[in-house]
T-cell receptor, first 114, second 109 residues
Framework: ETGVTQTPRHLVMGMTNKKSLKCEQH?????MYWYKQSAKKPLELMFV???????ENNSVPSRFSPECPNSSHLFLHLHTLQPEDSALYLC?????????????FGEGSRLTVL | EDQVTQSPEALRLQEGESSSLNCSYT??????LFWYRQDPGKGPEFLFT???AGEEKEKERLKATLTKKESFLHITAPKPEDSATYLC??????????FGSGTQLTVLP
């Protein structure tokens, strides 16, 4: 496998469910990111992990809980979400050497909250 | 606070009809400006990095330019496969990127 892989690609959940999104990168990068993309709005940064430590938490509600067990894997645990959380959730990775601008994105997980 | 505004929101071109997309930005100190391409149902794909005014980068039919206030993505003789949403982002005073809302480009055969 190559690049950044996200699973599942599509997820429908109720407001009381608990689910997780998974991201795996095969690029040897040491920083990983979660972004939220809503229709007609700019990409919103949620979390950044660098060398497995969370270095950025962009005022994200506690119903979103990230986990980075190693430099290749990133999870986003979801619980008691709201309908307005429906969006495309994108995982990205980068190397610290190339800075924060050259990001490699996965194809995203399309989340629908009923 | 870093800000990015992209225009137009949507652009329809005939195949071969050259045009430009605009990215206006406000930052207290630009550390980099980045262009991405996003196809429907896919994540963004990195295209270019620009660091200083006057810099230009080219890739196939695309050329990105930078001034102190804006960047342009020039598309020369576009083809239908160039249809995508083009995203601009800046790295300025914030620790991470600030993205614009994108320009949705459609190239008709």
């Amino acid at each position: 496998e190559t690049g950044v892989t996200q699973t599942p690609r599509h997820l429908v959940m109720g407001m009381t469910n608990k689910k997780s999104l998974k991201c795996e990168q095969h690029l040897g990068h040491n920083a990983m990111y979660w972004y939220k993309q809503s229709a007609k709005k700019p990409l919103e940064l949620m979390f950044v992990y660098s060398l497995e430590e969370r270095v950025e938490n962009n005022s994200v509600p506690s119903r979103f809980s990230p986990e980075c067990p190693n430099s290749s894997h990133l999870f986003l645990h979801l619980h008691t979400l709201q309908p307005e959380d429906s969006a495309l959730y994108l995982c990205a990775s980068s190397t610290r050497d190339r800075g924060v601008g050259e990001l490699f994105f996965g194809e995203g997980s399309r989340l629908t909250v009923l | 606070e870093d800000q990015v505004t992209q225009s137009p929101e949507a652009l329809r071109l005939q195949e071969g009809e050259s045009s430009s997309l605009n990215c206006s930005y406000t930052v207290s100190g630009l550390r980099g400006l980045f262009w991405y391409r996003q196809d429907p149902g896919k994540g963004p794909e990195f295209l270019f990095t620009l660091y200083s005014a006057g810099e230009e980068k080219e890739k196939e039919r695309l050329k990105a330019t930078l001034t102190k206030k804006e960047s342009f993505l020039h598309i020369t003789a576009p083809k239908p496969e160039d249809s995508a949403t083009y995203l601009c982002a800046v790295h300025g005073s914030a620790r991470q990127l600030t993205f614009g809302s994108g320009t949705q480009l459609t190239v008709l055969p």
